[in-house]
């Protein structure tokens, strides 16, 4: 069967020996060819399987769009060009040679053949010279004597660099004036020549129209050629920064403009193309919608497409139930259409449902992934996480631990990041902490690498939470701690330094047994060998890692009562070179006011602030004044209003901060004050509608006193 675009005359398929015309020099002899164009040139006729003619994959049957044979390529990908440095020299010279000794007599396809050279090349150069030599077939007179071949040769090769639009749009001004007929080869390239972003897709679709009109034939690769504009411009191709709204606009309208006006000619590619663009510029609403209307109208799809859909459906930010929706989808697709589905298809439901915890519709797509039914691939280590992943977020650590174990019956690569997942889902299931310890026994055995997440996630499983405290657990509560110290050895002996994540799961177990003494210590030699310079920030921008473990001790001391030793946890912080973040601040601050020390919180605040740099924040001053409250400090508070709050660009009142300013005066015996503070609290807090109201309350009640 032929395509609508897969045709060329019989009269070109032949092949032909050509004789150069005398204006070609004994100097271009490299570019000299004895074989003709033939079956090379134009779309081509051979099948899709070998890329050799330009066609897709997968279709033998179906005529290929390439031509002049580009190397053995595999599947979508691009081949390298069968021509040699020395060939693509060879175009360019002989370009320049025909254009400077080209005569109002000269055969037109032999102008025609150094043009195709010149189209193979692909160069930017190739291109220059392919133009230089068309100007001269025009001011001479020859290009009328072209057939619509000679002219698609012409199209192509003047189409690279800058200029390539507008040398396009003139070769095909003489195209139509001529008597040659476009056909389907002419609107590929025609498209491919005018259309280079999102802003020229509509006038090209105009111009194809036209094409059409003559005899052009456009198709599903027609309009893919137009939907890769959009798409290199809402992928980033040529540019840096965020897309702005212009480019978004301007590629939704060039998108729907293709997707409706090639209506019962899309297939698998066009469909692809378009959900993606759609998404891209978070219109994924809009991508799902024209997919179910596709999927209805029974337009061609493959696994690559449903890959699509599923992803952009299972990133859809108002989406409910997201992998109920992508399981159901993955399915429908799989039955319906007996899809041969991809293991990048399974994977998009089974990371859908790791994030939604959905560990029914996980275990029920894995089990048909390893049985090997209903057309389900196999799975590889990222299905393995997945469905560990979607179990443990469920505290279902024995289904986790029953799919680790089948993927390793089956075959399924395991690697460092199965292995953390697991441990991970082991800490959150109700698993024995043994079973955690085999877990990395298991993986050393097998020689999978391990890393400081793998540390830091057995020492949650194995001792961290104590969920499982008593006989469930291996000795008391001072043996979890040398437990835990054995296994950050372990990680040493296994060449995994302690990180700050690793730091934190071991002071959390050492909090956790009341040992603060070996907890402060231990993160104290930690910082001072340097460990704390592995530090990152978080999407506040605060400076994680160390100020989790800081935090870790601040509260672990304030849980005991020890308000001083929790202060002196952070001035030896700051001494090891710690940057102590506002939240370790905030829970130090926070911990004084809960014991009615709002003295000690106020010295904290102050030192944090003016002693060492660090900005107020709403969480911080809520803080302190929840202290001041407590103890009716109502000048402490006004102080601490009038200094960090009026005015501030890093402090926002909120209720919370009113109401505990107005709580201070009236535990310090200050209700007239009370009522102003709460006045004051509207004011900051910006609610005129409030403020008003209360005004007009306060004189009422002064006309009813007088």
């Not at 309009?223 to 920064?241: E, P, S, W, Y």
């Not at 506040?540 to 001391?557: A, K, M, P």
């Amino acid at each position: 069967s032929t395509s609508r675009l897969g045709f060329a005359p019989a009269g070109y398929r032949g092949v032909r020996r050509t004789t150069r015309l005398d204006t070609v020099s004994a100097a271009e002899s490299g570019a000299l060819k004895e074989k003709g164009r033939g079956s090379q040139r134009g779309r081509g006729s051979g099948g899709r399987g070998n890329r050799s003619s330009g066609g897709r994959t997968g279709d033998a049957s179906t005529s290929g769009r390439g031509g002049r044979g580009r190397g053995a390529r595999d599947g979508r990908g691009r081949g390298k060009p069968s021509r040699s440095k020395q060939c693509s020299v060879d175009a360019v010279a002989e370009a320049d040679a025909m254009t400077k000794s080209l005569d109002a007599n000269a055969d037109a396809r032999d102008v025609g053949s150094v043009l195709a050279d010149c189209k193979d090349v692909r160069s930017e150069r190739a291109s220059d010279a392919a133009w230089g030599l068309y100007q001269a077939a025009v001011k001479l007179g020859v290009v009328n004597r072209f057939n619509v071949r000679q002219h698609n040769f012409a199209l192509g090769a003047v189409q690279m660099g800058p200029d390539g639009s507008k040398r396009s749009t003139e070769v095909w001004t003489n195209l139509a004036k001529s008597p040659a007929a476009p056909n389907g080869v002419t609107m590929a390239l025609l498209a491919r020549g005018l259309c280079r972003t999102s802003k020229d897709v509509i006038p090209t679709l105009g111009t194809l129209r036209e094409g059409t009109s003559r005899g052009g034939v456009v198709d599903a690769y027609v309009l893919n050629v137009l939907l890769n504009a959009c798409l290199r411009d809402v992928n980033g191709v040529t540019q840096k920064t965020p897309l702005g709204d212009a480019v978004k606009s301007n590629a939704r309208e060039a998108t729907l403009a293709v997707w409706t006006a090639g209506k019962g000619m899309h297939n698998e590619r066009t469909l692809t193309s378009t959900i993606k663009v759609l998404a891209a510029i978070g219109e994924g609403d809009t991508a799902m919608k024209t997919f179910d209307e596709a999927f209805r109208d029974e337009t061609p799809l493959d696994a690559d497409c449903v890959g699509a859909a599923l992803g952009i459906l299972s990133g859809r930010a108002n989406a409910t139930g997201k992998s109920a929706d992508v399981l159901q989808l993955y399915h429908r697709a799989q039955k319906s259409r007996e899809l041969q589905m991809t293991t990048y298809c399974a994977n998009v439901a089974l990371a859908a449902c790791s994030r939604d915890g959905n560990w029914e519709g996980a275990l029920v797509l894995w089990r048909c992934m390893l049985a090997g039914t209903e057309n389900a691939p196999r799975p590889d280590k990222a299905s393995l996480a997945s469905v560990i992943l979607a179990c443990g977020r469920s505290g279902r650590g024995d289904l986790a631990r029953e799919a680790f174990e089948q993927g390793k019956a089956s075959g399924v690569e395991c690697d460092v990041v199965v292995v953390n997942v697991l441990l991970d889902a082991c800490a959150k299931g109700d698993l024995h902490p043994g079973d955690a310890l085999d877990v990395l026994m298991d993986a050393i055995e097998n020689r999978v690498p391990v890393d400081a997440c793998t540390i830091a996630s057995l020492l949650t499983a194995y001792c961290g939470e104590q969920k499982n405290a008593g006989s469930d657990r291996s000795g008391n509560s001072a043996d979890l701690v040398e437990q835990a110290f054995a296994i950050v050895e372990l990680g040493r002996f296994l060449s995994v330094d302690p990180t700050p994540a690793v730091i934190s799961a071991l002071l959390r177990v050492c909090v956790t047994a009341g040992d603060l003494q070996r907890a402060a210590k231990t993160f104290d030699e930690y910082l001072a060998t340097g460990g704390g310079v592995k530090n990152t920030q978080d999407s506040t921008g605060e400076r994680n890692g160390d100020n989790v473990s800081l935090t870790l001790l601040i509260n672990g001391f304030a849980s005991v009562g020890d308000l001083r030793g929790a202060v002196d946890r952070v001035a030896t912080a700051r001494e090891l070179g710690v940057e102590v973040s506002g939240r370790a601040v905030t829970a130090l601050v926070r911990a004084c006011a809960d014991a009615g020390e709002s003295e000690l919180a106020m010295c904290a605040y102050d030192d944090a602030t003016k002693d060492h740099g660090l900005q107020p924040t709403t969480k911080l001053v809520n803080a302190v004044l929840s202290g001041l409250a407590r103890t009716g400090s109502w000048r402490e508070a006004i102080r601490l209003v009038s200094d960090d709050v009026i005015g501030s660009e890093t402090v926002v009142a909120d209720e919370t901060l009113v109401t505990n300013f107005v709580r201070a005066f009236e535990r310090g015996g200050e209700p007239e004050q009370a009522a102003t503070a709460r006045q004051m609290g509207l004011w900051l807090t910006g609610s005129d509608d409030a403020l008003i109201k209360h005004l007009l309350a306060q004189d009422a009640l002064g006309e009813r006193l007088l």
